[in-house]
């Protein structure tokens, strides 16, 4: 049996991706949409083969209390709107899938990972690269000792979106800037293969003078990353550079190459040694089912999801610890990290 969602926020990601991916998906379904423009909801829902009723203004999202066949919510609005929708979804019982970043705050992620706690309710970060085979598949060659030591890491996501007017770019609905939005995906990364907790970080940001779009929030942010077993990561992100996203593992037997490493599709996985290069098959499958149905196996076992709350706000906590570093020129350490050592 497939688990019922409502999607809150029918903006890009949701109509270009989510749709697609719960159509692909094997234990998910979309049951309801949560939209502030009713009009284009019914055409969505009419496309999608639900019924006008199961369309729900945001002010009356309380009403999917009573829907059975809504177990969880995937909210998919500007990041400063996840907390209320969290807590909004926490006080009717529904479990939560809520887009990255967690939220714009350490406060804000903590206050949704323990409304979420009390009210019984799971709540994942919905994050991607966790669940993607490529991903996966050069951790394993990392961890499994397959490139020997490992030394260094550089990653990058950088852009040249978004245009003047989005809510990306006004810092009250973002939160920040280019490392909320693409950096992230670098320090996720960073985490996720070595499966280690940083313990000190040091950044810089820049924004152009004079480009209007980075008056509030900022346009780049390169910041490096120390690891208890040595390894030092660097990482660069931006809104300002022609889009490019890769990810190199530097180790003492093989390197590997991970370019595009953050793309929807197309992903593409290399190892190199001196001698040899290697480019690995991995098979595609759709990013957004496979952390849809992470989610829905979660809802129906109980069980914590691999990249629950913690695991934002832990993220969260190093972004703001990065931000101090910048604003204060210094290197700046990190607390351990109580959570669950979710990547072991
Ligand atoms: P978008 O601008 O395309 O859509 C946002 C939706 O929120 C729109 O439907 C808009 O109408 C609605 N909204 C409600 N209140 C709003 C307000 N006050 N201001 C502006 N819009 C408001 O954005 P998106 O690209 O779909 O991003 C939504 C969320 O998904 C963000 O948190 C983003 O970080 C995340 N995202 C994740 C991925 C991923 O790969 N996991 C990719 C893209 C976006």
Redesign the pocket.
């Known amino acids: 049996e497939r688990v019922g969602y409502a999607v809150v926020?029918?903006?890009?990601?949701?109509e270009e991706e989510l749709y697609p991916a719960f159509h692909l998906s094997a234990r998910s379904k979309l049951t309801a949409l949560v939209t502030?423009?009713r009009e284009k909801a019914l055409v969505q829902a009419r496309q999608l083969g639900l019924k006008d009723e199961d369309v729900y203004d945001y002010e009356h999202f309380e009403e999917l209390e009573g829907r059975a066949d809504v177990q969880a919510v995937f909210i998919?609005?500007?990041?400063s709107?996840?907390r209320e929708y969290t807590e909004r979804a926490a006080r009717i019982g529904k479990h939560v899938l809520c887009?990255?970043?967690l939220s714009v705050s350490v406060q804000d992620a903590e206050a949704m990972v323990s409304s979420c706690k009390a009210a019984g309710v799971l709540l994942m970060t919905?994050y991607?690269i966790q669940y993607t085979p490529h991903h996966q598949a050069a951790r394993e060659l990392m961890q499994s000792g397959q490139l020997g030591q490992v030394k260094l890491m550089t990653a990058v996501d950088v852009q040249t979106e978004p245009d003047e007017g989005?809510?990306r770019l006004k810092a009250k609905?973002a939160g920040g800037g280019s490392l909320l939005?693409v950096g992230l995906y670098c320090l996720n990364t960073a985490r996720f293969l070595t499966g280690e907790e940083p313990y000190e970080v040091f950044a810089y940001t820049h924004s152009t003078p004079g480009d209007k779009r980075f008056e509030e929030v900022e346009e780049s942010v390169s910041f490096t990353l120390r690891f208890p077993s040595g390894v030092i990561s660097s990482n660069f992100c931006s809104y300002g550079a022609s889009k490019h996203r890769s990810v190199r593992v530097l180790a003492d037997k093989a390197n590997l190459l991970l370019d595009p490493a953050f793309d929807y599709t197309n992903l593409r996985l290399r190892k190199d040694t001196e001698t040899e290069v290697t480019e690995l098959l991995i098979k595609e499958v759709d990013q957004f089912a496979l952390e849809l149905d992470h989610f829905s196996r979660c809802v129906v076992s109980g069980e914590q999801p691999y990249t629950p709350g913690e695991e934002g706000l832990q993220d969260q906590r190093i972004m703001e610890a990065i931000y101090t570093s910048a604003r204060e020129g210094r290197p700046v350490q990190l607390e351990r990290f109580e959570g669950r050592d979710v990547f072991r």
Not at 9 to 14: A, K
């Open positions: 926020g029918l903006g890009e990601l949701t502030g423009d998919v609005l500007p990041n709107l996840h887009e990255k970043p919905a991607r989005q809510w609905l939005d």
